[in-house]
């Protein structure tokens, strides 16, 4: 029976492969309207510089070219900032000054897309070069060039935030037996989407309603945006439709709003044409919201025995030229504070410093929750050094200090509630599938041969699932999500909801709960995202919260269908409310299992044959605001070979074992693992982003920004615990980027635990062959 339903714990194939293997899905670039214009970007080759002089003459007279813009034509119309999520403002376009390398400068539309880049490249701007600052410790030094002039407080600190009881931890510090202190750098980082961001915006002038499809990642809280941002323009809420279609890939980078989209809304208000703008790679890679770029120094107070006791961590963030991240407003540095991980530690102190620079904004995006990739990385590594210290192993360290299954749900010293869990379980599976024990006694043979290889964990706890609406708003607008769930009489289902994929799978899993609450076959059950004018409003897909947000809005909403249901199956059955159960997916006469009806039954009931009195037809809507975050968890072991005439790491095995609550579609879960497991190798090996000291961007393409291929990947081994999470209505906890989290510190543990013999200690990602090798020789031990 439950095969045929397709319910929860079932791994159902996607229903939308069904279109996107073919070929078949619908993304931005492929929405093309009549007499639709192209517009392309003019970026400046400079990270800092005074505009003296913007000449567009030449493009204009480019047949085809229909307009350009630049700043000084959106001061008029007060669209030359724009807000950002974290209520600082960006420029649209500069009247002035330029701040990083590869930012809007002018905005050329055309006729054709190839004709606006003749614009574009026509523009001739004339830049007056200014001091640059890309590194954001000499940035808050005084004296420092200064970013953002248009501020009234004169230097580049952005904020400060600190959580935790600071006295409290100082005094912790000064009477521990060992303290162990580690400086680590997170360098700035940059998904790459299979599609690049792009939009469609289209105006109608008679009717004053703007449709936009766009490759958003939140298309209700970007219409309110919108609303706001251009108000005055006459563009009011009910007039703009925000369609998000299929969306090639998101991984944070479709949160914010890019200056681009505003261009494209802009450009077709003042033409009353339809406008394309589709990024191409090398400014979806240059330009677009950076992640991480966090300067770390993390400090860890223990026992002599091993046992932890305080945390300390001071950190400066990069935010770039704007302080652009998509965090929850409350918390500027996201959820870092999930850095005591999963120790009970009895104090701790957290303070994070923002800085302006002359980089593109940062702080969103790569598959991270707000920080917690971050947190993760510096825990998990710091157990790693305190175990060193102790001369400890790395497992046992854990294990005597993990917080035990009886203490949850359980408020770490830096405040968050975690729901459920059970470390223990889960690295103890980790080390059993793995062969832990066996592996040290190889890592010791092979030591005496002066051979490398090392083996690292991490064992970390994720905080995913935002928000209850009492901690968690971005610009005021509270962080719950909805769905609308409408049986139509023959008992097929259409189910709406406010969050939306972009590559996760949505249109499965959410049908997936819904079956399983109503009986429903999920053949039989439609869901649709992304399009204002029709779902319910919701904030998005990103820090793993559809599950725990919309999959709960989605859980309750079938439950309200279920009770209305009941009503109506008791009618038809002739029976009391009260005497009829749902069982085996039907509604049954309490002890008379032939006399049922299903929801099928009931559903043509609810508009043929429904109780007089009642309404009539079958629908539910909930708008969820979950009363905790979820928090999955996981343990990873990672076994590396290091080559010691080149330095190459080369990953042996890769262990994961994952804990995301109760499971809808085991699967869907796999894959997202598997893919969250790459994009965690990714840093930890190969992907950095850097600048030179005049701000020009090193790796601004693929040839030197290393994303891991199928080549680098190894085959990822994954085993599951499930600890469902007390509070979801479903028990479910998201899993989207916990893979991305726990990765880099079990890849980056099992390089440093390879060569901690010979006296090394920590190496910052990525750990590139050319470093290693450094080390290597250093310590007399290449080949
Ligand atoms: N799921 C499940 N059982 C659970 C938890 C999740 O079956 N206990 C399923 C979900 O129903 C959903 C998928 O797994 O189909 C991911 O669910 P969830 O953890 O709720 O995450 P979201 O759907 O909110 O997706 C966001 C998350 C984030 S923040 C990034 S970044 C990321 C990620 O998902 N970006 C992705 N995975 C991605 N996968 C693809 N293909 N493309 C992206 O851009
Ligand atoms: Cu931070 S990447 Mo996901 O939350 O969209």
């Excluded at 766009?214 to 007039?239: N, S």
């Excluded at 009618?571 to 009829?580: F, G, K, S, W, Y």
């Excluded at 708008?623 to 979820?630: C, H, R």
């Amino acid at each position: 029976m439950a095969v045929e339903i397709g319910g929860i714990g079932q791994s159902v194939k996607r229903k939308e492969d069904a279109r996107f293997i073919r070929g078949k899905g619908k993304y931005v670039d492929d929405v093309k309207l009549p007499g639709m214009l192209y517009l392309d970007i003019a970026r400046s080759p400079l990270a800092h510089a005074r505009i003296k002089n913007i000449d567009t003459s030449k493009a204009l007279k480019i047949p085809g070219v229909v307009a350009v813009i630049t700043g000084k034509d959106l001061v008029p119309l007060n669209l030359h900032w724009m807000p950002t999520l974290m209520s600082d403002k960006q420029m649209v376009l500069p009247t002035d000054t330029v701040l990083y390398q590869a930012q809007e400068v002018a905005a050329v539309v055309a006729t054709e897309r190839y004709i606006a880049a003749d614009g574009v490249d026509a523009i001739e701007v004339d830049y007056e070069p200014l001091p640059v600052v890309v590194d954001p410790i000499k940035a808050l030094q005084p004296g420092a060039t200064l970013v953002r002039e248009d501020r009234e407080q004169k230097d580049n600190h952005i904020w400060h935030w600190e959580v935790g009881d600071k006295a409290g931890t100082d005094k912790a510090f000064k009477d521990a037996e060992v303290v162990v202190k580690q400086d680590l750098y997170i360098p700035r980082i940059h998904v790459s989407s299979i599609e690049t961001c792009g939009i469609v915006a289209s105006f109608d002038k008679v009717e004053g309603k703007l449709t936009v499809w766009m490759t958003t990642q939140a298309p209700h809280a970007i219409r309110t945006v919108i609303a706001l941002v251009a108000g005055h323009l006459g563009l009011a809420e009910h007039k703009i439709r925000v369609i998000s279609p299929d969306i090639g890939g998101g991984f944070g980078g479709k949160v914010p709003v890019y200056p681009g989209y505003v261009l494209a809304i802009g450009a077709s208000v003042l033409t009353g044409a339809p406008v394309k703008w589709i990024e191409d790679r090398a400014e979806n890679i240059q330009a677009d919201s950076f992640a991480r770029d966090y300067h770390i120094s993390a400090e860890l107070a223990a026992k002599k025995d091993g046992t932890m006791q305080a945390l300390r961590v001071k950190t400066i963030a990069d935010h770039g030229a704007f302080d652009a991240a998509a965090n929850p407003s409350k918390y500027p540095a996201g959820l870092f504070h999930i850095i005591t991980g999963s120790y009970p530690f009895q104090k701790s102190f957290v303070e994070v410093d923002g800085a302006y620079t002359n980089k593109p904004p940062g702080g969103i995006a790569y598959r991270c929750s707000f920080r917690v990739t971050e947190a993760a990385f510096t825990i998990e590594r710091l157990v790693d050094v305190l175990a060193l210290e102790l001369k400890k192993d790395p497992a046992e360290l854990r294990m005597q200090n993990f917080i035990p299954p009886t203490a949850f749900p359980y408020t770490s010293s830096l405040g968050w509630e975690y729901d459920s869990g059970d470390y223990g379980r889960a690295l103890r599976l980790a080390m059993d599938k793995i062969g832990y024990a066996e592996l040290r006694k190889e890592q010791a043979a092979k030591r005496a041969k002066g051979e490398l290889m090392g083996i690292g964990i991490s064992s970390f706890t994720e905080i995913v699932g935002a928000g209850p609406s009492k901690n968690f708003d971005i610009l005021g607008i509270k962080m719950f999500d909805s769905a609308e769930i409408r049986v139509h009489p023959t008992g097929k289902v259409m189910v709406r909801i406010g969050v939306k994929s972009q590559g996760q799978g949505h249109e499965t899993t959410f049908g997936q709960i819904v079956a399983e609450e109503l009986g429903i076959p999920v053949a039989d059950i439609a869901v649709e995202e992304g399009d204002t004018d029709t779902a319910p409003y919701g904030l998005g897909t990103y820090a793993s919260r559809s599950t725990p947000v919309a999959g709960g809005a989605t859980a309750i909403a079938a439950r309200k269908i279920r009770e209305k249901a009941k009503l109506i199956a008791a009618h038809l059955l002739e029976a009391d409310p009260d005497d009829v159960e749902w069982k085996d997916y039907k509604f049954q006469v309490k002890g008379v299992p032939t006399k049922s009806k299903t929801m099928q039954e009931v559903a043509f009931a609810a508009y043929t044959n429904h109780p007089q009195g009642m309404e009539a037809g079958l629908e539910a809507v909930d708008y969820y605001d979950p009363p905790n975050l979820t928090f999955p968890f996981g343990s990873y072991i990672c076994v590396v070979d290091i080559d010691r005439g080149t330095g190459e790491v080369k990953i042996r095995r890769f262990v994961a074992v994952d804990d995301c609550g109760t499971i809808i579609n085991p699967m869907i879960v796999e894959g997202q693992i598997h893919g969250g497991l790459t994009m965690g190798l990714a840093p930890a090996l190969y992907e950095q982003i850097t600048y030179d000291e005049q701000g020009n961007i090193q790796g601004g393409t693929f040839m030197d920004y290393l994303l891991p291929t199928a080549m680098e990947t190894p085959s990822w081994e994954t085993a599951k615990t499930t600890t469902p999470s007390p509070h979801h209505p479903i028990g479910a906890k998201g899993v989207g980027e916990s893979a991305t989290v726990g990765a880099p510190a079990a890849i980056a543990n099992a390089v440093v635990d390879a060569l901690a013999h010979l006296g090394v200690r920590h190496i910052d990602i990525p750990i590139t062959p050319w470093k290693v090798q450094k080390i290597l020789k250093e310590h007399g031990a290449a080949e």
